[in-house]
């Protein structure tokens, strides 16, 4: 049985991981198709990332730039691979 203390060492460890890996996400759309996406519009499914909250123009920006984006958010994090976009 472990300890409480190893608990929330393990969910304070996945917390961390998901913050980084949002963040990458978020410098990348900054850097690459120069729009500013807040960390709780990101989320993920599967190998999917979701954005939610955006409008059509950046949409568009995305959708052009998107093999470009997947291949610099996985060079920039070795966590989660990332196929799609959406």
Known sequence: MIGISEFFKR???AHMREVIIRTAVKDSLKRIAGLDIELEAI???GDSL???NLSSSAR???FIKKTVILEDINRNQ???KIG???
């Open 11 to 13: 969910i304070k460890g």
């Open 43 to 45: 989320s993920f499914s």
């Open 50 to 52: 979701i954005l939610r």
């Open 60 to 62: 568009s920006a995305i």
């Open 78 to 80: 070795t966590l989660r």
């Open 84 to 86: 799609d976009i959406r």
